[in-house]
């Protein structure tokens, strides 16, 4: 099974969350025939954050530590820059053929990208916000979390 890490999901790795231990137990995402997925987007904005919370050398350092275990991804190919397309047509319901039965959501660009990524490798979003759960499970499925601490 293929699985797709939001940011939120890589920061809980980081900080040592205990909403890993959980998606760990219903998951198994180290398990054998099972691959885990990030985009170079969640690693920018890992990069930004502890920018912005001035991390320490431990932290940043688990960045990159973070491409020991998950596949992060570089490149866009169409197949993503077509799926990325048609998420934010059918987020402002403005897909004809896919029909938004709900008001217009504004996603962020970057969450755009992560979910056309997501669904191209046909991978679950594992995530700790509700930013995705539109499109669960027309585009992607999508397993959200809690998370108890801040970014």
Not at 50 to 77: P, T
Not at 85 to 102: T, V
Request: glycine share 6%; aromatic share 10%; net charge negative.
């Amino acid at each position: 099974m293929n699985y797709f890490l939001d940011t939120n999901v890589l920061i809980a790795y980081i900080r040592q969350e205990s909403v890993i231990h959980s998606i760990q137990r219903k998951y198994n995402l180290e398990g054998f025939g099972n691959r885990m997925y990030t985009s170079s987007v969640c690693i920018g904005e890992l990069k930004s954050i502890g920018i912005q919370n001035n991390w320490g050398e431990k932290k940043i350092a688990a960045i990159e530590g973070i491409k020991e275990f998950v596949v992060v991804l570089e490149n866009l190919d169409s197949k993503v820059v077509d799926r990325y397309a048609e998420i934010d047509a059918f987020s402002q319901g403005r897909l004809p053929e896919k029909p938004l039965n709900e008001s217009a959501r504004n996603m962020g660009k970057n969450d755009l990208w992560i979910a056309a990524t997501a669904s191209i490798l046909d991978a679950i979003l594992i995530t700790t916000d509700n930013d995705f759960q539109h499109l669960h499970p027309l585009f992607l499925q999508v397993a959200h979390f809690e998370l108890k601490s801040n970014i």
